[in-house]
């Protein structure tokens, strides 16, 4: 039987009014599991007017106290954690192991989000003129929106709604309308937790929703996670609407490994972050570039065997390594790319374009086999473009120099790293690369929760970066107040210049 979702507003899930339903599928045996509603103007108009009316009180409320509502939601979520990993698996197609990593990632930010009475304090600085005395504090945006991918659909708006919520926001979520159930059932654990009715709003939908929100003149910031057409286009009309905006978009990850490395290590971590989650990652390695051709030969027949050995299935089997992909349009997509990599020129060391499972009682999910090019090079649309899949690209690079441009010059710049047991080549790697996360012998670095996140060039829109610091600079604004006091042994006349320190 088909499940038909609702939004979630006002505190209550709400049935979608109208009309339009997108399908929400089971990757794992490819088929549909439920309709989820596809907000209207309006539906989206009642979810703001929702949070609206909610945040004023919300952000009266001590900080303090506003941090025990999101310790208890953090509780309500880890005692459930089990069912929210599989129904996240279940739309979304990832493991189970990776669905609870998704789940403790994002809650990783709301634990941060709890010092919020420690993030918040302002400055003060005492006597800077005759009794007069400075001082800066921070105060919320009032409704904030969040506008997120199907790859992580418990991190994301865990990321975004933690901070946001912690310094007296109001949040509207509009989830992937891929994978909205675990947003869904975040909502009804906030509500448990004790956040009052609105302060969280879930409105399910598409392009229409997302335009909804970036033009409603109450809507002051807007957080969006995905592809890069679709962060520059967000980013661009909220601020032509006047709005905050912090838009993070694709990668394309490169994973440089020095002659010296220690090569079962680096291939260990390739197969891990080119594979895991079926390259739906953006922090996924897709491209290997191995210094010196004796480095890439090793490299290429060591991972060629551990690719091929990859067991690919059904993501609630537990000896699943890697699952199906999102839809059956994801595994079009990738076929082409796997096409038009041959087509251009480049090496298919391991073809992974067919169904494993094809013929078996899985054979109508959405599963791709693992693919590892070799001799790729930058003028090809493999390289170019995110395939956001299980493919891999080797790049060989002549010496550390060229090792060093590919990443630096290319359009994204989310994430990099290096596998190298030489301190001075890892430091000038650090400080040269032009992208805006590093990674020494850490494939995937992720920054953790009180540092920030984010990628340069295409790979991010906007001067501030996701959690840690940046998110409370995001979610405020500061207001700056110069005080003085009737102070009756002073007495002043009216000066027509502007005042300075004499
Ligand atoms: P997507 O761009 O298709 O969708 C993201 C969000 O935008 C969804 O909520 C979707 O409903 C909405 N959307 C889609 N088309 C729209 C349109 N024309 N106008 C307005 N809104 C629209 O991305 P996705 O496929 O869900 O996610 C995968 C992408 O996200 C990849 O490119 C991946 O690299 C990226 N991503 C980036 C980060 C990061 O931090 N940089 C993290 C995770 C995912």
């Known amino acids: 039987m088909i499940r038909e979702l609702t939004h979630y507003i006002g505190g209550k899930p709400v049935a979608g009014t109208s009309g339009q339903f997108g399908p929400v599928y089971d990757p794992s045996a490819g088929q549909e599991q439920a309709r989820v509603p596809l907000a209207s103007r309006a539906e989206?108009?009642?979810?703001?007017?929702?949070?609206?009316?909610?945040?004023?009180?919300?952000?009266?409320?001590?900080?303090?106290r506003r941090a025990r509502v999101l310790a208890r939601f953090i509780e309500l979520v880890r005692a459930e954690k089990d069912s929210l990993a599989r129904l996240l698996a279940s739309e979304h197609g990832k493991t189970i192991p990776d669905a609870h990593g998704d789940i403790e990632r994002g809650l990783d930010v709301m634990e941060f989000a709890t010092g919020i009475p420690h993030l918040l304090k302002?400055?003060?600085s005492d006597a800077v003129g005759t009794g007069i005395d400075v001082y800066s504090m921070r105060q919320p945006l009032g409704?904030?929106?969040?506008?997120?991918?199907?790859?992580?659909?418990?991190?994301?708006?865990?990321?975004k709604a933690g901070p946001a919520l912690a310094c007296g926001n109001a949040f509207v979520l509009k989830p992937s309308e891929r994978d909205p159930s675990v947003p869904l059932r975040l909502a009804e654990l906030f509500e448990e937790a004790g956040l009052p009715p609105g302060v969280f709003s879930v409105v399910n939908g598409d392009k229409i929703a997302v335009d909804a929100l970036l033009t409603d003149p109450r809507i002051q910031a807007v957080g969006f996670v995905g592809s890069s057409d679709i962060a520059q286009y967000v980013y661009a009309t909220a601020a032509a609407h006047g709005k905050r905006a912090q838009c993070f978009g694709g990668a394309k990850n490169h994973l440089v490994i020095m002659p010296d490395a220690d090569l079962d290590q680096a291939v260990e971590a390739l197969v891990g972050a080119g594979y895991g989650s079926a390259g739906e990652r953006c922090m996924a390695i897709s491209v290997a570039v191995p210094v010196g051709e004796a480095t890439a030969d090793a490299l290429v027949e060591?991972?060629?065997e551990r690719v091929r050995a990859l067991r690919i299935g059904p993501s609630f089997d537990e000896a699943t390594e890697v699952g199906p992909l999102v839809s059956a349009a994801a595994v079009a997509r990738v076929r082409d790319y796997i096409r038009s990599g041959v087509d251009e020129g480049a090496r298919l060391v391991?073809?992974?374009h067919e169904n494993p499972l094809a013929g078996t009682?899985?054979?109508h999910g959405f599963y791709l086999g693992a693919s590892l090019f070799d001799r790729v090079t930058p003028a090809m649309r493999i390289y170019r473009e995110e395939i956001f899949g299980p493919v891999v690209s080797v790049v060989r690079a002549a010496d550390y120099e060229e090792a060093l441009q590919l990443p630096s010059q290319h359009e994204y710049g989310n994430g990099v790293a290096i596998f190298t047991r030489d301190g001075s080549i890892a430091r000038d790697f650090t400080h040269r690369v032009n992208t805006g996360m590093v990674g020494?012998?850490?494939?995937?670095?992720?920054?953790?929760?009180?540092?920030?996140f984010g990628g340069w060039k295409r790979s991010g829109f906007g001067?501030?970066?996701?959690?840690?610091p940046d998110s409370i600079r995001f979610y405020t604004k500061t207001k700056t107040v110069t005080s003085r006091w009737p102070d009756v042994s002073v007495r002043e006349q009216a000066s027509f210049v502007i005042p300075t320190m004499k």
């Open 302 to 304: 060591r991972l060629a």
């Open 122 to 124: 302002g400055e003060y």
């Open 143 to 159: 409704v904030v929106a969040g506008i997120t991918p199907f790859n992580f659909p418990a991190m994301i708006p865990l990321w």
């Open 350 to 352: 391991v073809d992974g």
């Open 44 to 64: 989206v108009a009642d979810a703001v007017a929702a949070a609206a009316a909610a945040q004023p009180a919300w952000a009266r409320l001590n900080p303090q």
């Open 440 to 452: 020494v012998n850490v494939p995937i670095p992720v920054p953790i929760a009180y540092h920030t």
């Open 463 to 468: 001067d501030l970066n996701q959690h840690g």
């Open 361 to 363: 009682e899985h054979g």
